[in-house]
């Protein structure tokens, strides 16, 4: 188990629930569009807002930024730890840095020294695409070991400073090479571990690498907190998250529905039926529940049996089961106001 750190109100690592973080994509000084990207992520549910500060003027922002968040502020600091420093004295609740472009020794203690002296937690956050050329040479060439050696090696020099309150992301645009620095890295330190896929793209192949890489990393137990990287809105990053983290079954937001894929034994408009029934359970306030929606009598009581509830399907009919016991038979159109029904019923 990873150690657990704090970001403003919001427990990371050590057994604390996996955490959403997104990204402010908004002109800084743009408070209009600040504050509506603000509440859209408290809307969708984000738990941590990162905000890029590019320069001292962008810094002077960030007091309005934290006063107007309803979540913790993380500070994203490149290539000048002075720009770190100002972040602390704003009173933001984590600061990321980069190791392969926030410069000397001196300036790291700095922000160690600032971080330490408001209790602000720091992130180490190590891209593929911009790894310190030491580390390379260091490693042969190997990126996934200069992305962990690169992490390590400032987590060591934050560590000499007094600093510990540490977490750490290995990102690449590459799915296989962020697993596979991740599970490394996993097995040679307890820090909290931020995952994603970096530059994942477009809200379908962004979504579908990050549940890949973000997927199989939490299915091993590895990952404290999340974002995953689309080029969008910030808060469709927030809803792929949580279906991410609902699918690996991590934090559910609901109840699990799964259905059939059909086939040539199905006698019913299953593609319908299903989504009656995805549109009903969401307008309930159920949570931990599995739906089955079958098919067949092959696909239902029998392969469902697990499911709390479900729909087996038959010739323009279908039966309502519980636990792999039939409840009752019901016409095509019966059968998702039946399901729902008894669901309702069961769990007031």
């Not at 820090?191 to 793209?201: F, L, S």
């Not at 593609?271 to 931990?288: C, P």
Request: charged share 25%; with cysteine; glycine share 12%.
């Amino acid at each position: 188990m990873t150690r657990r750190i704090k970001v403003g109100s919001v427990d990371m690592g050590g057994g604390a629930p996996v955490s959403i973080q997104s990204m402010l994509k908004a002109d800084i000084f743009d408070t209009g569009k600040i504050e509506i990207q603000l509440m859209q992520l408290k809307d969708a549910g984000c738990d941590i807002v990162r905000v890029a500060v590019p320069n001292m003027d962008a810094a002077g922002e960030l007091s309005r930024i934290k006063n107007m968040a309803p979540m913790p502020v993380v500070a994203d600091i490149h290539f000048d730890w002075k720009l770190a420093v100002r972040a602390c004295e704003a009173g933001v609740d984590k600061i990321r840095i980069n190791p392969g472009n926030i410069g000397s020794a001196d300036g790291v203690k700095a922000v160690a020294t600032a971080c330490k002296e408001r209790g602000i937690p720091i992130r180490i956050g190590v891209n593929s695409g911009s790894l310190e050329k030491q580390a390379l040479q260091r490693c042969g060439g190997d990126r996934v070991q200069a992305m962990v050696d690169s992490a390590l090696v400032q987590a060591e020099m934050l560590e000499e400073y007094g600093f510990s309150d540490i977490c750490i992301s290995l990102k690449s645009s590459g799915v296989a090479e962020t697993i596979r620095a991740n599970r490394m890295l996993s097995q040679k330190c307890d820090y909290p571990v931020h995952i994603g896929v970096t530059e994942a793209g477009t809200v379908r192949a962004g979504t579908l690498k990050s549940a890949i890489g973000i997927g199989a990393l939490l299915c091993e137990g590895i990952g404290d907190t999340v974002r995953v990287s689309l080029t969008d809105e910030p808060w469709k990053e927030v809803e792929a998250a949580k279906d991410i983290l609902d699918a690996v079954g991590v934090r559910r937001k609901g109840v699990n529905l799964i259905s059939c894929p059909t086939c040539g034994r199905t006698r019913i408009d299953l593609f319908s039926l299903v989504k009656q029934v995805e549109d009903a359970l969401g307008k309930l306030e159920v949570h931990g529940l599995t739906v089955a929606v079958m098919g067949c009598v092959v696909n239902g009581p029998g392969e469902a049996s697990h499911a709390d509830y479900g729909i087996a399907g038959g010739e323009d009919c279908g039966v309502i089961f519980a636990k792999g016991k039939i409840i009752e038979k019901l016409p095509q159109d019966k059968l998702a106001e039946g399901l729902i029904d008894l669901i309702r019923k069961e769990n007031k």
